[in-house]
Nanobody
Framework: QVQLVESGGGLVAAGGSLRLSCVIS????????MEWFRQAPGKDREFVAS????????AYADSVKDRFTISRDNPKNTVYLQMAELKPEDTAVYYC??????????WGQGTQVTVSS
């Protein structure tokens, strides 16, 4: 079984920064792509960013482009989401996710990010 564990969330003032981490653990697993999603209260879960594990291709939602940066550390089996210029509308639970062979789409437990105005 592959597990994804997020950390790094918290409370930050508008304009501040946070870095989220997602560690991949469990059986040996080399993902093709890792993704971050978020879900605000009363809203659907939405795509934030993705990164190809072997290579440099990344993609971002328009709402976070030029403010958020996704990166990975392959030896540490960790993907990061560096968030800058945070806005109150970025407040949400952030999840990392990946399609896992034999397990389907897998999600972490989420980490809360709260941006105060």
């Amino acid at each position: 079984q592959v597990q994804l564990v997020e950390s790094g969330g918290g409370l930050v003032a508008a304009g501040g920064s946070l870095r989220l981490s997602c560690v991949i653990s469990g059986r040996t697993f080399r993902p093709y792509v890792m993704e971050w999603f978020r879900q605000a209260p009363g809203k659907d879960r939405e795509f934030v960013a993705s990164i190809v594990w072997s290579g440099s291709f990344t993609a971002y939602a328009d709402s976070v482009k030029d403010r958020f940066t996704i990166s990975r550390d392959n030896p540490k089996n960790t993907v990061y989401l560096q968030m800058a210029e945070l806005k109150p509308e970025d407040t949400a639970v952030y999840y990392c996710s990946a399609p896992v062979s034999g397990q389907g789409r897998t999600w972490g437990q989420g980490t809360q990010v709260t941006v105060s105005s």
